[in-house]
């Protein structure tokens, strides 16, 4: 299964401003997944980004409050912009890996906004 | 609007007493359902995939099965080790990729 590395780990950031998430997958992937997972409730999509194509983002997600890259097969970041509390939450890389049907995960970025 | 729901939200164990949780849904057209195991502060990790009713999976201690209403996922035996939040998530015919989680059910084992 692919292996992803995903930073920051962590961070504490003050609300106003942006935070840029990565996420690298150890072999090439057609799509990649981003996940928001608020505290009590369950892993939301955000949006799905596809090499060489503007991300689709589900409903209630917009892209300048999300934009998303996707510069190549491998890697993947996300921004959270202008952000408040409420943006506080862990948000997760996801990918299914070539002949697999196992979405795998990141370790995800856990956010704190102050 | 498809859904997933989990039960119970939280369930304690004393080292080897069996149980199961319940994971049922609501997609129109389910394509697969999937059983993940979270740790804290790292993601899902996955165990398993379903595709049709009657369909069962075992790894270990674990045993997920499928009905065309819900999943459960039986525990056998558990060990402190198997303590962990468990997600459900269904994903639906079409073209679509999307996940739709359950909240999960927070497993604890004590010894």
């Given amino acids: 299964s692919a292996v992803i590395s995903q930073k920051p780990s962590r961070d504490i950031c003050q609300r106003g401003t942006s935070l840029t998430i990565q996420c690298q997958v150890d072999s090439q992937v057609t799509m990649m997944f981003w996940y928001r997972q608020q505290p009590g409730q369950s892993l939301t999509l955000i949006a799905t980004a596809n090499q060489g194509s503007e991300a689709t983002y589900e409903s209630g997600f917009v892209i300048d409050k999300f934009p998303i890259s996707r510069p190549n097969l491998t890697f993947s970041t996300l921004t959270v912009s202008n952000m408040s509390p409420e943006d506080s939450s862990i948000y997760l890389c996801s990918v299914r890996p070539p002949g697999g049907y196992g979405y795998t995960f990141g370790s995800g970025t856990r956010l704190t906004v102050v | ?111």
């Fill in chain 2, 1 to 111: 609007e498809d859904q997933v729901t989990q039960s119970p939200e939280a369930l304690r164990l004393q080292e080897g007493e069996s149980s199961s949780l319940n994971c049922s849904y609501t997609v129109s057209g389910l394509r697969g359902l999937f059983w993940y195991r979270q740790d804290p502060g790292k993601g899902p990790e996955f165990l398993f995939t379903l595709y049709s009713a009657g369909e069962e999976k075992e790894k270990e201690r674990l045993k997920a099965t499928l009905t065309k209403k819900e999943s459960f996922l039986h525990i056998t035996a558990p060990k402190p080790e198997d303590s962990a939040t468990y997600l459900c998530a269904a994903i639906r015919q079409g073209g679509s990729e999307k996940l739709v989680f359950g909240k999960g059910t927070k497993l604890t084992v004590n010894p």
